[in-house]
């Protein structure tokens, strides 16, 4: 409704200062001339609209002119009552907080509209953990707030993996994302964006220098083109494997195909469970075989019964060929 479009141009510009005509369109999924008329709208009704022009111009509101309308609807009001993550709320530590802005929303809500804010609370529940995924430690998330909040450059120390070398960063940090139970710092790094499983870190510190935000970062895009990007390089054939960690150092750089996963886990014997990903089976086959018996095929099936089979192919041909040299052919 237009009402609801000139109230959302309102607040939009109370809240930004100042917005172009094709910034508020797109916010608002209309066109620039739509926006023109609803200014004009606007100022015939007497918010002090005005227009700047030039390069740095845009429509901004005149003075300290501000509304204290918030023109929520029935749908908005029950969207910030749907259950946040109660788990990612604890992590940043803002979940006392959340309470008590939800019970005072709901204290000044009409009468009307509090049934269903209750309803939205009550009735869905919102679950980012996996069914096997074990919680993640996250002691220095405050720390990698407090670095973002004031837009100060970030040092930590971060283990790559599992028998790898801690390495020491220093980054501009840009943002934090929850991943189903994991947080991931997003970081400028080197002149690129990168990003680092918080639960990896070991320290951290807050520097002094202010860091350098790249103009027009928007995380939620660069996070969902990382996705993206991700899955369309995800390789084709899975395995499992339990590995050594006498040649655990070793998966990276032995196949130039192969993608070691980001999971590890020990068993009694202090063999390392892994995924590695393949473009083709047999790649997975020759893999397997170049490591021996420091190596072993869990998953799937028909791959482990492959790379027996052409483990004894290889003992065949040697003991053919240790034949021929003992009858002097």
């Known amino acids: 409704m237009r009402a609801d479009r000139l109230l959302s141009i309102v607040l939009l510009l109370q809240t930004n200062r100042q917005l172009t005509s094709r910034a508020l369109a797109e916010r608002l999924e209309v066109s620039e001339r739509t926006i023109h008329r609803d200014m004009e709208a606007l100022s015939v009704s007497g918010i002090p609209v005005v227009a700047e022009r030039g390069s740095n111009g845009g429509w901004s509101l005149l003075g300290e002119y501000r509304t204290n309308l918030t023109g929520l609807n029935e749908a908005e009001i029950q969207s910030l009552f749907v259950t946040q993550p109660p788990k990612l709320l604890a992590d940043l530590r803002l979940e006392k907080a959340s309470e008590g802005a939800l019970l005072k929303l709901l204290a000044a ?101 202010q860091c350098a935000v790249p103009a027009g970062f928007d995380l939620a895009a660069y996070w969902g083109q990382s996705t993206t990007a991700l899955k369309t390089a995800r390789p084709n054939y899975l395995a499992q494997f339990r590995v050594s960690p006498d040649v655990f150092l070793r998966l990276r750089f032995a196949g130039r195909f192969a993608r070691v996963g980001d999971t590890f886990e020990k068993d009694p014997d202090g063999w390392l469970r892994i995924s590695v990903g393949f473009d083709v089976e047999d790649m997975a086959v020759e893999y397997a075989l170049s490591f021996g018996s420091k190596l072993e095929v869990i998953e799937p099936r028909s791959l482990r019964e492959k790379v027996i089979a052409a483990a004894k192919e290889v003992i065949e041909f040697y003991e053919a060929g240790k034949r021929r040299l003992d009858r002097g052919e």
Do not use: N
């Open 109 to 209: 809500l009409p009468a009307m509209y509090r049934q269903g804010a209750e309803q939205a609370r009550r009735r869905i529940h919102i679950d980012t953990a996996g069914w096997s995924r074990q919680e993640e430690s996250v002691p220095l998330l405050p720390v990698l707030q407090e670095a973002i909040w004031s837009e100060r450059k970030l040092r930590f120390t971060y283990q790559r993996g599992p028998g790898c070398h801690d390495v020491e960063r220093e980054v501009d940090p840009l943002g934090l994302v929850a991943k189903g139970s994991a947080w991931y710092l997003v970081a400028g790094v080197a002149g690129e964006v990168r990003s680092y499983r918080i639960s990896r870190m070991s320290q951290a510190e807050v520097l002094d220098q």
